[in-house]
């Protein structure tokens, strides 16, 4: 039997190595303790805090049938929150989504449906795979510590394509034009309060200023005690990638002070989340890449576009391509 693996438990990983299954061996690493990647949800202090993707949608009839019995289970629900958009300090407009473009959340978390899919998995986590090399017309992996991990007829990355990059084998035919793919961070803060705060949105969408998204996150299905999300936008994370936390927390304090016009530094609990890869702005111009004659393939959101349902169409459409060539 093929022996596959999938580098990265992210939807697009669980996606594809679920395909898979059914006619290969396949393992998934996972460098973090649990499936997910960036549809990540903290749960400390009595809250939780979708810290990376705040919702995803459904525009494909393939992704909507996938949806349809993680919704009929309760792993995923419809979120429709008071929304408002704001110009800096000016509340702009404000409306509800609603029934004519559904927004959906994992439930209770923003993984859990990704959960879901992992079970049924050969998944290692808390491990990552540092270098991989061409050994005897087999793929070897090793971990940071040069520590073997597996060798394997197939390999898979659905990793962020900077990290990608690094990773794939010289001689891989697409390494060069993942190579072009730019990926822009995001800094997101959490605060947790003991008592709500009396907003008048659930959601907010907010331009020209250095944050780009304010949420009750508590709002969503199933969460409990009153939660705030806030994310910057890509271009002052990019420019402040390196700033220290305590100093990042501090600027987006005073910068979501200024939004909603009031004190917000009265949280109980507070963290500060870097991601260093959040959304791609040089997408490519096809679902996957994969090279047959190494035997090498990627997939990811950032193959398309920085969604979730990007991410599942990319893994399912190079799941297809792999199952004729298996």
């Given at each position: 039997m093929t022996e596959i693996a999938v580098i990265g438990a992210g939807l697009a990983g669980c996606v594809v190595a679920n395909d898979l299954s059914k006619t290969a061996s396949v393992k998934v690493y996972e460098k973090s303790s649990r499936p997910g990647g960036r549809m990540a949800t903290r749960v400390v202090s009595r809250h939780q805090f979708d810290h990376g993707a705040q919702f995803f949608d459904a525009t494909s009839p393939d992704f909507k049938s996938f949806l349809k019995p993680l919704l009929e289970n309760g792993c995923v629900a419809r979120w429709?929150?008071?929304?408002?958009?704001?110009?800096?300090?000016?509340?702009?407009?404000q409306t509800r989504w609603s029934d004519s473009h559904p927004h959906y959340v994992g439930k209770p978390t923003m993984s859990s449906f990704v959960d879901k899919l992992s079970k049924n998995l050969d998944c290692v986590f808390e491990i990552k795979v540092a270098s991989i090399e061409r050994q005897d017309e087999r793929w070897v992996l090793y971990d940071t510590e040069a520590r073997r991990l597996g060798d394997y007829d197939w390999i898979i990355l659905t990793a962020p394509a900077e990290q990608t990059y690094q990773l794939l084998p010289n001689g891989v035919d697409f390494k060069s034009r993942v190579g072009l793919v730019k990926m822009l961070g995001c800094y997101s803060l959490l605060l947790g309060y003991r008592d709500a705060i009396n907003l008048t949105f659930d959601a907010a969408s907010v331009k020209n200023a250095n944050i780009s998204w304010i949420s009750v996150?508590?709002?969503?299905?199933?969460?409990?005690?009153?939660?705030?999300?806030?994310?910057?936008?890509?271009?002052?994370?990019?420019?402040?990638?390196?700033?220290?936390?305590?100093?990042?927390?501090?600027?987006?304090?005073?910068?979501?002070?200024?939004?909603?016009?009031?004190?917000?530094?009265?949280?109980?609990?507070?963290?500060?989340?870097?991601?260093?890869?959040?959304?791609?702005?040089?997408?490519?111009?096809?679902?996957?890449?994969?090279?047959?004659?190494?035997?090498?393939?990627?997939?990811?959101?950032?193959?398309?576009?920085?969604?979730?349902?990007?991410?599942?169409?990319?893994?399912?459409?190079?799941?297809?391509?792999?199952?004729?060539?298996?």
């Open positions: 429709d929150p008071r929304f408002a958009e704001f110009d800096g300090p000016k509340l702009i407009r996150n508590s709002s969503k299905p199933d969460r409990k005690n009153f939660s705030l999300l806030v994310q910057s936008t890509n271009r002052w994370a990019e420019q402040n990638m390196n700033m220290d936390l305590d100093e990042v927390q501090e600027k987006l304090f005073k910068f979501t002070s200024e939004i909603l016009c009031l004190n917000i530094n009265t949280a109980d609990y507070v963290e500060t989340k870097r991601w260093r890869f959040a959304n791609s702005i040089r997408p490519t111009d096809q679902s996957f890449f994969l090279d047959r004659s190494n035997q090498v393939a990627s997939c990811g959101d950032w193959c398309i576009k920085g969604r979730i349902e990007a991410a599942f169409l990319s893994a399912k459409r190079l799941a297809v391509e792999l199952l004729k060539e298996l």
